[in-house]
């Protein structure tokens, strides 16, 4: 990645939907176009056990 900022969006559906036509994720990649890198990490039925789970291997040290 480059030296910008990262926003890391990680969740469940909410969160993998987010870069529907209009949704949330998309509009703030639209916003910090050039000025950040959004990367997305949603993942459907997920809730926030599973996440604790496999947020290490996701987000390695």
Same mark, same amino acid.
Do not use: Q
């Given at each position: 990645? +480059?030296?910008?900022? !990262?926003?890391?969006?990680f969740g469940?559906?909410?969160v993998q939907y987010s870069f529907s036509n209009?949704?949330?994720?998309? +509009?703030?990649a639209? !916003?910090?176009a050039r000025k950040a890198d959004i990367v997305l990490r949603g993942y459907i039925a997920w809730n926030s056990r599973?996440?604790?789970q496999v947020i290490t291997k996701i987000f390695p040290k």
């Open positions: 990645m +480059t030296g910008r900022p !990262v926003f890391v969006l469940s559906s909410i209009g949704g949330w994720g998309a +509009t703030l639209d !916003v910090y599973r996440a604790l």
